[in-house]
């Protein structure tokens, strides 16, 4: 079972990323699917979050407009395409898959989830 998030890097204020999520062992297509981060000194940090059939979404208020969160049942990816990236976006982010099937209930909550990836880091830095 695993989730392998790449695709984090260094970038500039304003500029965009493209992180990936690739499952491999587990189901996939019956499961939410969400990006968290965390940075220094912080608690996990909950950022989108996307139905299992792709057509349901929820952003953080901090993200929402900058941010999108897209999957491929096919090809059991998801997706975060990061827009308009700020200093406090910096962060690890996580990829996780929900612990229950067709639900987006509490997203936010990292109980919630019972798979994760190692996680890929996003510096935003002049």
């Known amino acids: 079972v695993q989730l392998q998030a790449s695709g984090g890097g260094l970038v500039q204020p304003g500029g965009s990323l493209r992180l990936s999520c690739a499952a491999s062992?587990?189901?996939?297509?019956?499961?939410?699917m969400a990006w968290f981060r965390q940075s220094a000194g912080k608690a996990r940090e909950f950022v989108a979050t996307v139905a299992s059939s792709g057509t349901g979404t929820i952003y953080a208020d901090s993200v929402k407009g900058r941010f999108t969160i897209s999957r491929d049942n096919v090809k059991t990816m998801v997706y975060l395409q990061m827009n308009s990236l700020k200093p406090e976006d910096t962060a690890v982010y996580y990829c996780?898959?929900?612990?229950?099937?067709?639900?987006?209930?509490?997203?936010?909550?990292?109980?919630?989830?019972?798979?994760w990836g190692q996680g890929t880091l996003v510096t935003v830095s002049s």
């Open positions: 996780a898959r929900r612990r229950d099937e067709y639900t987006l209930l509490r997203p936010e909550a990292p109980d919630n989830y019972n798979y």
């Open positions: 062992g587990l189901i996939f297509s019956k499961y939410g």
